[in-house]
């Protein structure tokens, strides 16, 4: 179910302020900032899954990859790609870390 996002709230932070937030939300594995501080105020907690830290830092790569391929298939460098089994492990990866953290 998607929502629309229309409001808006603003904080000032110090530069540590700001880096110490940076650092709790690396720690805790979450995707955005906005995902952090959503998680943090509206159940006080964010839930650190330690297994799911490499598998995070390989999708980052995959990602960086997928970016590179599109970049390549607008230049027109590149004209056919089939990401089909891309996207299936994607799928599968997203099913498994949505059961790993209750949201199915």
């Known amino acids: 179910m998607s929502?629309?996002?229309?409001e808006t709230i603003t904080i000032r932070l110090t530069k540590e302020e700001k880096l110490a937030l940076e650092k709790k939300?690396?720690?805790?594995?979450?995707?955005?900032?906005r995902?952090?501080?959503?998680?943090?105020?509206?159940?006080?907690k964010v839930i650190v899954n330690e297994d799911l830290r490499?598998?995070?830092r390989e999708l980052k790569y995959q990602g960086n990859n997928l970016n590179q391929l599109?970049?390549?298939?607008?230049?027109?460098?590149v004209r056919v790609i089939n990401l089909s089994e891309?996207?299936?492990?994607?799928?599968?990866?997203?099913?498994?870390?949505?059961?790993?953290?209750?949201?199915?």
């Open 70 to 77: 599109v970049h390549l298939a607008h230049e027109g460098r």
């Open 35 to 44: 995902r952090f501080i959503l998680d943090m105020c509206m159940t006080g």
């Open 25 to 33: 939300m690396y720690d805790a594995l979450s995707p955005s900032m």
């Open 86 to 104: 891309t996207l299936s492990v994607y799928q599968k990866t997203l099913m498994a870390m949505e059961k790993q953290n209750g949201d199915s």
């Open 3 to 6: 929502r629309k996002q229309t």
């Open 54 to 56: 490499a598998v995070n």
